[in-house]
T-cell receptor
């Protein structure tokens, strides 16, 4: 079945550091890929998505590129801020199926 | 635009008691989802509704969990009787069919 493997956390970085959170997936079809973010005490929010190979999703300075050849969708940001501290979830939905399959989440803490 | 509403936000019960959660999706969203998020894990889909019909309930423990979506709008998720392992955050999400899922803040359930 479908699955998502995420970089183990927690991750702690200094403000303005470069961020990468790794995500790889297994799917039988042609999935859409997502990054969701969960700020403390809040629900999940869609951060970005990509629906086909080589697409790049971007939002709030975050980017991720859909790499079919490596089955990856790594999240990157060039300069993180304290306000980026949250839990980040990689997810997929397979073509024709709206069900989301999530990774285990990566807790990110940015220190000033 | 109002987001997905859930209540209560927190609930503490003893094992073998029953509990119910309520969700009001974004107006006009035909698809509604309930997810279970156990601490340290990604959300797992319990049930998906399209209007008031069930699309996928393959991961719902039907011996103790039930859900309904009367009139294709609000939904309730019930657990009876609760077990210790049901302690989790229960997330409701909604979407226009085939589009991005929007999540509510969740209900944190603690079973003692």
């Amino acid at each position: 079945g479908d699955s998502v493997t995420q970089m183990e956390g927690p991750v702690t970085l200094s403000e303005e550091a470069f961020l990468t959170i790794n995500c790889t997936y297994t799917a039988t079809g042609y999935p859409s890929l997502f990054w969701y973010v969960q700020y403390p005490g809040e629900g999940l929010q869609l951060l970005l998505k990509a629906t086909k190979a080589d697409d790049k999703g971007s939002n709030k300075g975050f980017e991720a590129t859909y790499r079919k050849e490596t089955t990856s969708f790594h999240l990157e940001k060039g300069s993180v801020q304290v306000s980026d501290s949250a839990v980040y979830f990689c997810a997929l939905s397979d073509f024709g199926n709206e069900k989301l399959t999530f990774g285990t989440g990566t807790r990110l803490t940015i220190i000033p | 635009e109002a987001g997905v509403a859930q209540s209560p936000r927190y609930k503490i019960i003893e094992k073998r008691q029953s509990v119910a959660f309520w969700c009001n999706p974004i107006s006009g969203h035909a698809t509604l989802y309930w997810y279970q998020q156990i601490l340290g894990q990604g959300p797992k889909l319990l049930i998906q509704f399209q209007n008031n019909g069930v699309v996928d309930d393959s991961q719902l423990p039907k011996d103790r969990f039930s859900a309904e979506r009367l009139k294709g709008v609000d939904s309730t998720l019930k657990i009876q009787p609760a077990k210790l392992e049901d302690s989790a955050v229960y997330l409701c999400a909604s979407s226009l069919t085939g589009d991005t899922q929007y999540f509510g803040p969740g209900t944190r359930l603690t079973v003692l």
